[in-house]
Every structure is written in C-alpha cells, then in structure tokens.
C-alpha cells in the first residue's frame, strides 16, 4: 500500500532548498533553509528542525463526479519528474465557518462559486500536485491542509497565475492562515 502520512521537515537538511518563505495570511511559521519529505513510515524525529508539518492523504471530498473525475486522473503528472525542480509547499487552514457549513455548502463554494478544479485544471498539464490533510490526525495541527506542487522553473508563471486565481475566489475568504513556501531542487 502507498505511504499516506507524510512530513514536511523545515530545516538545515532535505534535498528541496527554500527560496522564499511568505506569509500570506496569518501566523507566520519559523525560518528554514532546507525542506526534507519522510513517509511515516522512516519519519525521522530531527530535533534540529525548525517545524515540522504532517498530513495524510485521503479521498476525494468533492470531485466525485464525471468527467471532472476523470479528467483529473488522467491529467494527473507524477511527483518527482526530473524536469520539475521548482516546488511550493502551501499549508492552509480554514476558519470555523467554513467547518461549521454542511458538506453541501462546502461542495457548492468550492465548486459552483470557485471553480477549484476548473481552474486547477488549465495548469495540470504542467503541475503535479500532492493534497495532504491535517485534521484526520487529531485537534493539535497547525494547518488543515498542506498542499504540495511541482513544476519545471519555466511554468513559474502559469503556477503564480493560478495561485493569485485561486486566492481571489470565494473559497479563499474562509483561509485563515496560509504560508507560501517555494524551493529548488538543487542539482544531486
Ligand atoms: C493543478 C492545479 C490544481 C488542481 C487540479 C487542484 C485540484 C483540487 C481538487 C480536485 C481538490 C479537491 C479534492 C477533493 O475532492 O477532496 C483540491 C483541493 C484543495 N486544493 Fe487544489 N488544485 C490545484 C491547485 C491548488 C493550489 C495552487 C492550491 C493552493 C494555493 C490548492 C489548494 C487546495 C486545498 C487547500 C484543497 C482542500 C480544500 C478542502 O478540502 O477544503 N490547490 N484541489
């Protein structure tokens, strides 16, 4: 079975270097110089890490349906292409209203008044993405989600358009605390 539980490790060690570290909205989190992953399984514990950010991945909450489903799965790039050295690692929480809504009202704000996915999907076919979720593993995360993105140093300014896209939508209005972290993969 696939690895579900990652962490993100900030830090002086890790292959990804950190370019910038912006906070967008809310808490700021602690300088790092370096960001390493660990599956849970060999999650090491660093004492020498500045923070470190966990999240599992899950099912899908609401692309449940054709052919956006569809679409996805078969535009979906794999992690870890040579090409893609440029990441971005955006934690994100969400504020109570948007946990004290109904699973219909999230689905309609996130779709019908945002268009995640359809504005996702115009970058696919440059991105590859990696959605983690912070809540399935107790009360105490400081993120509700840790979104994960990589992308060859040429589409930085199809994946910046997104990103302000996506902020501009209704959805964004329930985002409490948001980071902005960007890296290189530096040569091995
Ligand atoms: C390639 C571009 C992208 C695509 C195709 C995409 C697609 C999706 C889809 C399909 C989901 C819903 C998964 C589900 O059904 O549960 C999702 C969730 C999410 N995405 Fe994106 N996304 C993209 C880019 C981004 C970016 C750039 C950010 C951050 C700036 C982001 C942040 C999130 C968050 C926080 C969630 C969880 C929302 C929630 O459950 O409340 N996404 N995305």
Sequence with gaps: MPARLFSFIGGDTGPWR????????????????????????KSPADPHAAWVLRGITSNERYVVREP????????????????????ALIPIRKNDAWWKLTQDER??????????AKIGLQSLPTLARRLHHC??????????????????????ATFERLVADLRASREWSYVDREMDIRLVRDPA
């Design 18 to 41: 950190v370019t910038t570290m912006q906070v967008v909205v809310g808490e700021p989190l602690p300088a790092a110089r370096r960001l390493a992953i660990a599956s849970a399984s």
């Design 68 to 87: 956006e489903r569809g679409e996805l799965v078969a535009q979906q790039l794999a992690l870890g292409r040579p090409e893609a050295t440029c990441a």
């Design 107 to 116: 689905q309609r704000v996130f779709e019908e008044q945002s268009h995640h």
């Design 135 to 156: 809540r399935d593993l107790g009360d105490h995360e400081p993120f509700d989600f840790l979104t994960w993105f990589e992308y060859p140093p040429a589409e930085e």
